[in-house]
Structure formats: structure tokens, C-alpha cells
């Protein structure tokens, strides 16, 4: 019996019994085309197609959304999707693409929609047939997301939207957008509300998605401008005016800190990737040379190595210690670090991985020298992407120094 | 065997870490802590030990010096996650003692599995304090000759770096046998034993050089060199502990001053140059307890992976409590640099912890030899 399956509910391990036996019979095959390193980077359509079908045929076997009711379009079960999680994982399947809708959209349709809206948007979204994205930055409000312009005037039973949304990922994919808007200007955090917008609908029609390049050259995000977009007010999540309280849900869950756990596949992008950093950059080590020696043999960056081992592990550690109550003072302390924690290392390992590379570091994408095509490279570079996207290191720090330690509050 | 979700730890280590964190709090707050330890500021003062051998009985009199002994020398027989909870705990309060050492001394003793060794366990279950006595002059515990030899079954020569030697019964020595490396039980008392304590910075223990003449000693095992690499991921994972104790500590001492303390019209906890840190300081605090459990844990279920496991957490609570102790005495500002402020018993505990039985690079050299294999010459 594996570690994870030792204290299932009787649910979950025959839950766990079926999720193996699908998973063994209808793991995807490997991906004709190079698959994103992340959901938030996919390019092309050919790579949707294949992680879509991938995501609907999980959702239909029952993999996705296991603990949303059954009304919604979920499994109706109880704590199980963590244990497809951790059997998806297991058979190193590739990761879902509706990332934003079953990790943010999902939870707060769940927790604040009315029942229709909830009914008509969680089955799709959670199949993955249709892909959600999310509008909260605006080019004058990153960090401080309360500061939001875009504005919602109502009108009757409608309201009409106008401004701009930035980096947007998946916008170009997406049929939805969640959307933090400012429907009072004399109030800040009371004048938000917080909508569902069908923006796939409203192309051309009020909503213009642009796509922006990234510092790597790809394509991925987008900005969107509204521009008198009229949509219904059975769109609204909870009250005028709570937009606010809405987003911290939202965010909750993008911390992996919410009430439900987010389905997420494992990590395989192409059949020759090890798991985690630390596998990849041995055998980097192994393959690289310094001052006339493999990388392997070099004392600094022998240490180096264990110190990213030690970091990787601890990570793993502390999600594992984070389940066992006793051994946590403060209930939130390890939850609230898991964005900052995860993207920082996954930064340094790429850091690591191009000081390992040294003179090949310098090739990119479409040079045939370049060691494992590039892919250092670009992950270095996306890496910033996730220590700035979802409120940046220094926000994290912030929220953890606030509401973990207690210190004075920067807003 | 496999790992347990939760660490191995159960109602039953929790009830005594609980017990545990209540007795110190009561039985020695920090500022009768200080009281006992720092009555008196001389910096060249030579050798001190300043311990309440009344709490160690009490400790005692508790079962925890036989709390990891073997149910067949007597002792309660439980796992390394209970000697870590309570190895944490005596960190938190920066607990002058033999309890650490005796700790130690325990799994030293328990992989000897000779006669002459449980009957050691033993003595520990009834209350004898020991500590190790394996350390060269270079600072070496294995891996290179002691400075003790044996003739004719006495021993001569001296062990460097002996942890509470002042306060313990008896030490356990390691000799050097003509080539072969054996380990032995010397007695305080006996004759040809005497100690030459050193002076330290830490206030929180006394160490000394046990110089010995043609002393009396029992043998415990003629194969030191296998009986130390058994017992080494328990020793490393007590120090770990200890340190996130600690560690814990400082951080929260810290927070409560940047909460207090004002300047520029503002609690100083405010600025993030204050606030990033101390976050930086819990993140690692959280890695290396992590390791300490998942280490300790390994222990317990006889994992292979348990020296790997335990390489990890000494590494990473010395390096977090070089960082951590820096920044506690940094954020307190004028007072934290002054010998009234309670910050400087941890600074100095935490910067002895961290360096005994090796620091971050070393433990990362051994991990990486075990994890890379040996650096190709």
C-alpha cells in the first residue's frame, strides 16, 4: 500500500482503486507537439486540442471536480479530488489547460454565484470545454489590486463595462472571464463588484482581446478592452459592492489556500523529463563541463545542487507537514507560501540550470546545439511571469508577514 | 516500513512535546533563564557551566532521559519524533542541561547492542546523564584517528569538544585500538579521568577536554567507525531540532519587538526591510522542521534514506539559524547588541548548534557524495 493510500476514508481508497484503473487503461498518449511548461503559456492551438481532449476525458471519467456536487456537474464526492490528484500525478499525465477556471473561476462561481449561474457554468468549465481566464491587473493596478478602474455603470437589469485588463492569460482561448470591476469611485474596496463575463460572445462586440509578447517572445497573455460591453446582472457574484470579499476567494485559492482543492494532473511535458528540478539538473550536471571538468565535479556547484535539493524536498516536506495539525502553530503559515515558495525555486533551479549550462546557456529555442532545446532558458525567463503574476514575492511577503507573523498591515 | 502521513507523530508525542513546551515555560522562563546564565558578564571569565540540577531531576523524575531507551533496558522505548518534539522543546527555551548529549548518547548506545552498552541504557533510564566523547582535536567525531589510545584496556589521550561534560556521569570515548577504532564507557570519577573546561562564547553549556591517563573503561563495541555512521542521522536530527526550537523562538521574540518598537512614527514591523526578512526567517525555519520530522521519522521506520534525510535537516537549520540569529539581534536594533536584551543566549546557542557536528557545506558535501557519488578526482 503506497504512503498516500495508508489513512484513505473508505471512499477515498475505492476511489483511489477505480482512479489506478482508469488511469492504467486511458493515460494519454505522449504529445505530438512540445507542450507548455504551464497551462498559462500555451501558444497554439494545436497544443489546446490535445490538453483539452486530455482534460475531458478525465472529467468524464469522473477525475475532475470530484467534490463539486452533482448538480454543478461535479462527482459529488468528499476530499477525493486530492486523491486523483495524487494518483494523476502518479501516472505522470500531462496537466490540465483550464487552469485559471478550475483554480480560481471554479471556487468562486462555487462559493458566491447564485445556483442557476453555477448550474449553467461548472460543467463546462470543469471539462475544460470551455477555458476561462481572469481579469483583475489593469495597466495602473498591479500590486495594489483595489486600485481598479475598469467601470461598471448599471442600467437597469444590465450593466455596461468599459476599460482595460492586462495580462491576461488565455483570454485568446477563452469563452469566460471573472472580472473585478469598480461600480462606486468614491469607495475603494466597497465600490467592487465582481462579475462572469462572456467575453468569447462579445468579441468584436465591446471586447477586444490583444495579445502581448513576452520577454521570451511567446505569446500567451493578452490585454482586453472593454468598451460599452453590456452584460446581464444575474452575471454579478454576490452583492454590489462585495466585489472585494469575492476576490479574496479568488486569491485564496490561486495561494492554494481556499477551501477546495484545485484539480491538478501531473507534470509531464515530453517523455524524457525527470521528475522535479533536482533529477533534471543532475544529469545536466553529469553532461556539463567547467574549467576542463564535468560540472558534476565541481565542489561549489556540487553544493549548490544540495542546497536546491534541500529546497525542493523541504517544499514537498512542508506540504506534507502542513496535513498534520500538531505540527502546525498557525493553521495558514505554510499554505500562505506555497506561491511564493514554488515559483521562487522553480526560478533559482532554472538560475542553477544555466550557470550548470555556461557557455551553452547562451542558445535558445531553435538552435540545435541548445541543451534540451532551450528549455532552460525559456523557463528562466517564464519564471518571472510566476514571481510577479498572482500578486508578486513582495505582496506574498507581505500577506505572510501580515497575516501569519501579525506585523502592521502595508494597507 | 513505510513513512507514516503524519510523521509518526501521534497523541502520544504530542501530549509530551505539550508537557514539555508548559514545564519550560513554568520552570524556566527566559528571564529567569538569563538569571541563571548571565548573572554575570565577563568576557574572559574562562570555563562556566551554569545548570539547576533540581529541574534536571525533575526531568527525570518526567522519563525523559529514557525516552528513547529501549523497553529491555528499561527505558519508555519512543521514536526519534518524540526525542525530536522534546529536543525542540529544550531549544525553544535555550535549556542549559545534559538532556541533548544524553539524548545522543542514547542511540550511540542502542546501535552498540553489547551487554555493556544496555547496561549504559539502563543507568540512562534511571537518570545517569552521559555525553559523547568521539572528537579529535581537528573537530573530527569519525572519519579520521582519535587523540585517545588503548593499552592494555586503559585508555590515554584526550577528546576534544565534549558537550556538558561538566554535568554529566559518564562519557562515551572513542579509541583508537592499534588501527582499529573501538568505543568505550569512561567513568567521571575514576582515576586518570580529569576534564579541562573550555572557555565559549554559548551560556547554555559547558564543554571541556576529558584528558585521560591510563583510565579505567568498559568497552562498548570494538567497531566505533560502524556503531557512529548507524547512530550519526539521530545525533545530526536532535542538533536540527534543537536549532528549530530555538529558531522559533527568535523569530517570534522579533516579531513581538518590530510590533512594539517605533520609529518614523511607525511600528517598524512595518517596513518591509524588517517584515521580508523575518518572513525569509519563517520560511526557512518551516524547511528545516520539515526535514527534522521527515529525518526523524526515517529513523523510526528504519528507512535507508534516513542519513540522506538527515544531512538534509542539519543542513538546513544551520543555515537557517546562521540567518536567523543574525537578523534577531540586527532587528532589535541598540538593545539587541546589549547583554540585558535575552536575544544574545540564542544568538550564541544557535551559533554553537550550528557548527557542532558539522555545518551547512559539510553536510551537503556528505549528501552530495552519498546522492552524486564521490567528486571524480
Known amino acids: 500500500m503506497s504512503e498516500a493510500a495508508r489513512k484513505d476514508t473508505a471512499e477515498q481508497a475505492e476511489f483511489r482503486e477505480y482512479c489506478r484503473e482508469w488511469l492504467d487503461k486511458n493515460a494519454p498518449p505522449p504529445a505530438p507537439v512540445r507542450l507548455p511548461l504551464s497551462a498559462i503559456e500555451i501558444m497554439t492551438t494545436d497544443q489546446l486540442d490535445y490538453m483539452q481532449a486530455w482534460q475531458k476525458s478525465a472529467y468524464d471519467a469522473g477525475l475532475v471536480g470530484c467534490d463539486y456536487p452533482v448538480e454543478c456537474g461535479g462527482g459529488g464526492r468528499t476530499d477525493c479530488q486530492r486523491v486523483a490528484n495524487e494518483e494523476m500525478q502518479r501516472a505522470g499525465t500531462p496537466i490540465f489547460p483550464n487552469i485559471i477556471g478550475l483554480g480560481m473561476a471554479a471556487p468562486t462561481v462555487f462559493f458566491h454565484a447564485q445556483e442557476p449561474l453555477k448550474q449553467a457554468l461548472l460543467p463546462k468549465l470543469l471539462s475544460g470545454e470551455e477555458i476561462w481566464c481572469q481579469g483583475f491587473s489593469e495597466p495602473g493596478s498591479g500590486s495594489d489590486l483595489a486600485s481598479v478602474q475598469t467601470f461598471a455603470e448599471r442600467k437597469g437589469d444590465k450593466w455596461v463595462i468599459n476599460g482595460h485588463k492586462v495580462w491576461t492569460s488565455l483570454a485568446h482561448f477563452a469563452t469566460w472571464m471573472i472580472i473585478l470591476v469598480r461600480t462606486d469611485k468614491a469607495h475603494k474596496y466597497e465600490g467592487l463588484s465582481y462579475f462572469v463575463v462572456p467575453i468569447k460572445a462579445a468579441l468584436g462586440k465591446g471586447v477586444t482581446v490583444r495579445p502581448l509578447i513576452k520577454m521570451t517572445a511567446e505569446t500567451g497573455f493578452n490585454e482586453v478592452l472593454f468598451d460599452n460591453l453590456e452584460i446581464d446582472d444575474s452575471m454579478r457574484l454576490d452583492e454590489v459592492g462585495k466585489g472585494w470579499d469575492v476576490a479574496m476567494t479568488t486569491l485564496a485559492h490561486e495561494r492554494g489556500a481556499g477551501k477546495l482543492v484545485t484539480p491538478a494532473a501531473g507534470g509531464r511535458r515530453d517523455a524524457n523529463e525527470q521528475a522535479g528540478f533536482i533529477g533534471g539538473l543532475t544529469s545536466l550536471a553529469k553532461d556539463s563541463f567547467r574549467n576542463g571538468r564535468r560540472a558534476i565535479d565541481d565542489p561549489v556547484m556540487r553544493d549548490r545542487l544540495m542546497q536546491m535539493m534541500i529546497r525542493e524536498q523541504g517544499f514537498g516536506l512542508n506540504q506534507k507537514r502542513m496535513r498534520v495539525p500538531a505540527l502546525n502553530d498557525h493553521p495558514m503559515r505554510i499554505a500562505l507560501q506555497f506561491k511564493l515558495a514554488i515559483s521562487e525555486l522553480a526560478q533559482d533551479a532554472s538560475e542553477l540550470a544555466l550557470d550548470l549550462e555556461g557557455a551553452a546557456s547562451s542558445l535558445y529555442l531553435g538552435d540545435e546545439n541548445a541543451p534540451a532545446g532551450g528549455k532552460w532558458a525559456l523557463s528562466y525567463m517564464n519564471s518571472f511571469g510566476h514571481t510577479i503574476a498572482a500578486g508578486t514575492s513582495e505582496v506574498q511577503r507581505n500577506i505572510l508577514g501580515e497575516r501569519v507573523l501579525g506585523l502592521p498591515k502595508t494597507k | 516500513m513505510a513513512m507514516p502521513k503524519n510523521f509518526g507523530f501521534g497523541e502520544e508525542e504530542q501530549m509530551l512535546r505539550d508537557a514539555a513546551r508548559r514545564f519550560f515555560e513554568d520552570r524556566l522562563p527566559t528571564d529567569k533563564l538569563h538569571k541563571l546564565v548571565g548573572e554575570d558578564p565577563q568576557p574572559a571569565k574562562g570555563p562556566q557551566c551554569f545548570w539547576e540540577p533540581a ?14 531507551v529501549p523497553e529491555r533496558a528499561g527505558g519508555i522505548g519512543m521514536g526519534c519524533v518524540a526525542v525530536a518534539a522534546l529536543a525542540e522543546e529544550a531549544g525553544r527555551a535555550a535549556l542549559p542541561s545534559p538532556l541533548i548529549p544524553t ?8 546501535a552498540c547492542g553489547s551487554e555493556s552498552a544496555d547496561a549504559a541504557l539502563s543507568r540512562i533510564a534511571e537518570g545517569s546523564a552521559m555525553t559523547l566523547a568521539l572528537t579529535n582535536r581537528q573537530g573530527a567525531w569519525g572519519g579520521a584517528a582519535s587523540d585517545v589510545r588503548v593499552s592494555d584496556g586503559r585508555l590515554s589521550g584526550t577528546a576534544w569538544y565534549v558537550q556538558d561534560a561538566a554535568k554529566v556521569e559518564a562519557y562515551l570515548v572513542r579509541a583508537m585500538d592499534g588501527d582499529s577504532e573501538k568505543l568505550y564507557l569512561v567513568e567521571k570519577g575514576a582515576a586518570g579521568v580529569t576534564l579541562a573546561g573550555d572557555a565559549i562564547v554559548d551560556l547554555t553549556r559547558d564543554q571541556a577536554r576529558l584528558n585521560l591517563e591510563q583510565a579505567d573503561a568498559v568497552e562498548l563495541s570494538d567497531n566505533a567507525a560502524s556503531i557512529i555512521a548507524a547512530a550519526e542521522p539521530a545525533l545530526f536530527t536532535i542538533l536540527a531540532a534543537d536549532m528549530c526550537g530555538a529558531a522559533e523562538w527568535q523569530l517570534q521574540t522579533t516579531v513581538e519587538y518590530a510590533k512594539v518598537r517605533q520609529q518614523f512614527e511607525r511600528q517598524i514591523g512595518f517596513f518591509q526591510a524588517i517584515k521580508h526578512p523575518l518572513v ?20 523510526d521506520c528504519a528507512e535507508p534514506g534516513a542519513a540522506v534525510a538527515a544531512h538534509m535537516a542539519k543542513s538546513a537549520a544551520s543555515d537557517m539559524a546562521a540567518f536567523g540569529s543574525g537578523r534577531s539581534v540586527q532587528f532589535h536594533g541598540g538593545i539587541g547588541f546589549t547583554w540585558e536584551c535575552y536575544v544574545h543566549i540564542y544568538f550564541k546557542r544557535q551559533n554553537h548548534n550550528l557548527r557542532l557536528m558539522g555545518d551547512g557545506p559539510y553536510h551537503r558535501d556528505r549528501l552530495a557524495s552519498i546522492t552524486l557519488g564521490s567528486e571524480a578526482a
Open chain 2, 280 to 299: 525569509n526567517f519563517m520560511m526557512e525555519i518551516d524547511i528545516a522542521r520539515s526535514h527534522t520530522y521527515n529525518a526523524a521519522c526515517s529513523i
Open chain 2, 103 to 110: 539524548l545522543q548518547a542514547t542511540y550511540l548506545l542502542a
Open chain 2, 55 to 68: 529541574l534536571w531531576n525533575e526531568m527525570v523524575a518526567l522519563g525523559w532521559t529514557g525516552l528513547a
